[in-house]
């Protein structure tokens, strides 16, 4: 099992930038992949950033590329969601989640933290 926390959501002005992190615990001795999505009210989650294990591999959607910026430090079982130029349009619940690196599905979510872009 593996537990994960987000922190490092809030309110913030359009142009400005959010770091948000995601601390796993658990068996984390176990590689996995990690991923942020969003999720805005009235729409379905849709998933903006992967990074596999060893980081050397990362994906972003259309919406958040060359804003976003997705890392990992597995010596300290965290990953990072750096956002830049933030938009009204990325206010969600952004959630990260886990998968092992052998499987497509997320196996393990965080609770979710909220971020508010003002226009």
């Known amino acids: 099992q593996v537990q994960l926390v987000e922190s490092g959501g809030g309110l913030v002005q359009a142009g400005g930038s959010l770091r948000l992190s995601c601390a796993a615990s658990?068996?984390?001795?176990?590689?996995?992949?990690m991923g942020w999505f969003r999720q805005a009210p009235g729409k379905e989650r849709e998933q903006v950033a992967a990074?596999?294990?060893?980081?050397?591999?990362?994906l972003y959607a259309d919406s958040v590329k060359g804003r976003f910026t997705i890392s990992r430090d597995n010596d300290k079982n965290t990953v990072y969601l750096q956002m830049n130029s933030l938009k009204p349009e990325d206010t969600a619940v952004y959630y990260c989640?886990?998968?092992?690196?052998?499987?497509?599905?997320?196996?393990?979510w965080g609770q979710g933290t909220q971020v508010t872009v003002s226009s």
């Open positions: 990074i596999s294990w060893s980081g050397g591999t990362t």
């Open positions: 658990g068996r984390t001795s176990v590689g996995y992949a």
């Open positions: 989640a886990a998968r092992r690196m052998s499987t497509p599905n997320y196996d393990y």
